[in-house]
């Protein structure tokens, strides 16, 4: 008895696509290689306060952002799973950051790119994200990203990506150089090998997947703290263990989300901090105060974070180690978070905050 044809929608991936595919999948390594082993920083604290504090620099990728992982895996989620073929156009639904990365990997394989975004992205980033040849697709209606995005895949044939849905799926969390491996190989000849705490943000929830999995399967005592912007829905989906929760679009680009996204794993997450707008960028602002380095809005939420958590830690009398990432450059971002007269512009007032980071900074206390 013969075996059945295959059926037409499989024969995209046909002898020659595979070869395709064999070389799409080989680029992608071969920038995991050149790339995947960005710095950790320590962030300068008083010494006799006995903690040490560590910034994964993810600003280093070759497109500039903690999104550059993200984006190597979906990419190679998709092709290894047949969903991106020779021609294929390539969709997301992005803020920005992952978009940059994904358009870079796009171009890198010959394929077309497409980003759904909402209006009020950076120009910034647009201009980065065309810089590497994708295509910007501009909604204003940020809650429309995702149908639309679906709607472009399926009017050319394409993939969307569909990073809030797949981002803790597609990394290898036991390993194979990802953020945490990277983290603990580093932090191997440190006074404190093993940190106290990992802070990070949640926008996808795949770098909070990737971390808390991590940290339980290597049997680490690590706890994870997840850093939320004002008004995101991750934080009352977590607190009320309700995943219908809903929020609003965030300022802070790149994290806080207005639904509890599919790849937000909740019950790995030990503790979460609800920050502030103002908060995030006058911290932000102080990194650069401190350490002459302009980072994102989103790492100023996860120093926010991190820096109460630092505090508890000396209030205890308790010496150890905390990690949190520098996610992204504050060069895209200098018509916005560092404009004085754009934050004015959003009624922030980051002075308030600004007294309780110098209060930290002289004292180790958090007030």
């Known amino acids: 008895m013969s075996a059945p044809d295959r059926p037409a929608h499989l024969d995209r991936c046909d002898d020659d696509g595979r070869a395709w595919l064999e070389r799409a999948v080989a680029l992608v390594e071969a920038d995991a290689r050149r ?211 809903t929020g609003r679009p965030s300022r802070i680009e790149g994290i806080g989300r207005p639904r509890v996204e599919p790849s937000f794993v909740p019950t790995i997450v030990d503790r979460m901090f609800c920050v502030p707008d103002a908060a995030s960028l006058a911290a932000m602002r102080h990194l650069e105060q401190v350490t002459g380095r302009r980072a994102g809005g989103s790492t100023g939420t996860n120093l926010w974070g991190a820096f109460q958590l630092v505090a508890e830690l000396v209030a205890a009398g308790r010496t150890g180690s905390i990690v949190t990432l520098l996610c992204d450059g504050g060069e895209r971002y200098a018509h916005t978070y560092y404009s004085d007269d754009w934050i004015a512009g959003q009624g922030m007032d980051l002075a308030p905050h600004t007294a309780t980071l110098e209060h930290f900074a002289a004292t180790g206390e958090w007030s």
């Not at 890198?108 to 697709?137: D, Y």
């Not at 926008?203 to 912007?229: E, F, H, K, N, W």
Request: charged share 20%.
């Open 35 to 245: 790339s995947a082993d960005t710095h950790l920083l320590v962030y300068p604290l008083p010494p006799e306060w006995g903690v040490h504090l560590y910034l994964k620099d993810e600003s280093t990728h070759p497109t500039g952002s903690l999104k550059h992982r993200l984006a190597r895996s979906l990419f190679l989620h998709a092709l290894c799973s047949g969903w991106i073929c020779r021609g294929s156009t390539v969709v997301e639904a992005s803020s920005g950051s992952t978009a940059v990365s994904e358009a870079y990997f796009a171009r890198m394989l010959g394929l077309p790119f497409v980003a759904v975004m909402p209006a009020s992205t950076s120009r910034e980033k647009i201009a980065l994200i065309e810089g590497q040849g994708g295509r910007c697709h501009l909604v204003t209606d940020a809650g429309t990203v995702y149908d639309e995005a679906r709607r472009i895949a399926g009017e050319t044939g394409g993939h969307y990506l569909d990073q809030f849905t797949h981002a803790e799926r597609a990394t290898d969390w036991r390993g194979n150089n990802n953020i945490a491996e990277s983290v603990f190989e580093q932090l191997s000849a440190e006074e404190h090998p093993v940190p106290d705490w990992v802070v990070v943000g949640a926008g996808t929830g795949g770098t909070s997947a990737t971390i808390g999995r991590y940290v339980r399967y290597r049997r680490l005592p690590t706890r994870l703290a997840v850093v939320d912007p004002e008004g995101s829905a991750f934080f009352p989906g977590w607190r009320d263990a309700d995943p219908t929760a």
